[in-house]
Each structure stands twice: as structure tokens, then as C-alpha cells.
């Protein structure tokens, strides 16, 4: 730019001006590139004796925002009774039949996106009589269909499995 002649002012705009596009342009990927970390389902630990009952809550984090999450639940029959089942942040969660896989199903295309955090469910388990010692495990999984945003783009989310841990006296 400093080699043109000083009377041409609109020649050094004009250039400014292409510089700075260029650089816009450079910097969008950039800017649109950052990623950001997967929602995620966990399900939760807990210990109990062989005919207690026991809280295990599938909860929702790192929610970016969606309006549908629909998540199996699966557990051992042989030593887990689902005896109830309670929604906790998230309004208007339904439930899918008794058994193994159990489906909580979560969706509010009224309101818009909803990036909570927090529990979606809690279930509670009979730890059965006969059951063996040791952990056994809840685990998660989910349709990537059936978890969407309010343009009905799926949303990246990813599940963290639980257990419950039966322990003797």
C-alpha cells in the first residue's frame, strides 16, 4: 500500500477494503469450527441390599438444546424389579411398558429449545431377593432420530452407563 503514489487515496481504500474481506473470510471457518462437546445422558450408581429399593436417575448434561430425547433404559430382570418411576427437571416425560429395555420419553416442541441440565427421570428399582452380589449395570442408549433441536436437526449426544452395586449385610 505504501508504494502507491500518495494522491491515489482510493486505490489504498480500495485495497484496504479487499485486505479486510480477505481476512473475514479467513476467520469464518475459523469461528464456526469451534466445537462444542456432545450432550450427554448418564445414568447414575447406587448400592443397596438384597430386597431394598433404590433411586437411579437418568439425567441430561451439556444439553446445547433440544426439544425431543427419547432414551432406553436396560437392566437385568433377574436382579432388578422397576417398581416407579418420577420425572424431575424436564415437564411431561412419559414412560414406556414395564421391562427391559424401559423407555423415558421427553419432547416440548411448544416452547422451544430447552437446554436444561439436570435429572430427566428417576427410577426405582426392587433389588430382588436372589440377586447376586456385585454391580450390575444400567446402561443407556438411544435412536439419534429421536433426539432433535427445534428445526428438527438431530443433536449430538452421547450416554454414560450406571450400575447398581448389590451388597451383602
Known amino acids: ?24 473470510l479467513v476467520a469464518v471457518p475459523v469461528i464456526g469450527a469451534a466445537a462444542t462437546d456432545p450432550g450427554e445422558f448418564v445414568v447414575s450408581t447406587a448400592e443397596a441390599h438384597r430386597g431394598e429399593t433404590v433411586n437411579v436417575t437418568v439425567s441430561i448434561k451439556n444439553n446445547p438444546g433440544i426439544v425431543s430425547a427419547k432414551v432406553k433404559v436396560a437392566y437385568d430382570t433377574d436382579v ?49 431377593d436372589g440377586a447376586q452380589f456385585g454391580q450390575t449395570p444400567i446402561t443407556l442408549s438411544f435412536d439419534p432420530d429421536d433426539v432433535y433441536d427445534s428445526n428438527f436437526d438431530n443433536v449430538d449426544f452421547t450416554t454414560v452407563n450406571g450400575y447398581v452395586d448389590v451388597i451383602s449385610c
Open 1 to 24: 500500500i505504501s508504494s502507491i503514489k500518495k494522491g491515489d487515496k482510493t486505490m489504498k481504500k480500495l485495497i484496504a477494503l479487499c485486505l479486510t474481506i480477505m481476512l473475514v
Open 80 to 128: 432388578l424389579e422397576l417398581t416407579d418411576k418420577a420425572e424431575g427437571a424436564f415437564a411431561g416425560v412419559t414412560y414406556g411398558p414395564v421391562g427391559s429395555p424401559f423407555t423415558v420419553n421427553w419432547v416440548d416442541t411448544i416452547h422451544g429449545l430447552n437446554s436444561t441440565n439436570g435429572v430427566l427421570a428417576t427410577l426405582t428399582f426392587k433389588v430382588k
